[in-house]
């Protein structure tokens, strides 16, 4: 997409991220154009009457932003369409019954690994329990 920008009071960085994006049903377009490093410059002492930056003039080329007829590559962001196709692909994965089964697989080996985990758990609390009746029994004047 070529995008043509005929104001001359726009300023745009040279080193910046370019993303066009589409969005909406009726694919509204909209520019995202993210610097890459922090300008040396203040915007709020800067005055716009007076055109501190002319992008027509000799002078434009030595400065931070894109001069007249300069160019940036950019890169194609969202869009609707990548977004259905995508929503379409991931719902024809789900849609596959090998992918059910293997899910279910798995669900059924995580109940089976966590029913043993806690009966293991039991168990070891029975010993512990155990542990500590014997040592209350027979420590019990050495301890107190």
């Not at 007829?69 to 609707?80: K, M, T």
């Not at 070891?124 to 107190?144: A, G, Q």
Request: charged fraction near 20%; hydrophobic fraction near 40%.
């Amino acid at each position: 997409m070529l995008v043509h920008i005929h104001s001359p009071k726009i300023l745009i960085p040279k080193d910046s991220i370019i993303e066009i994006n589409q969005s909406g049903l009726f694919n509204d377009t909209f520019i995202d154009i993210i610097p890459t490093q922090k300008l040396g410059i203040d915007i709020s002492s800067m005055d716009y009457d007076k055109e501190s930056v002319d992008v027509f003039a000799n002078s434009c080329l030595e400065s931070q932003f894109l001069c007249n007829y300069h160019y940036l590559q950019g890169d194609r962001g969202l869009n609707y369409d990548d977004l259905i196709r995508a929503t379409t692909r991931i719902s024809q994965r789900f849609d596959d019954p090998r992918f059910f089964c293997l899910f279910y697989l798995f669900l059924q080996n995580s109940i089976n690994i966590s029913d043993e985990i806690l009966y293991s758990l039991y168990d070891i609390s029975l010993i512990v329990n155990i542990f500590i009746k014997f040592v209350r029994t027979n420590f019990s004047s050495y301890l107190f």
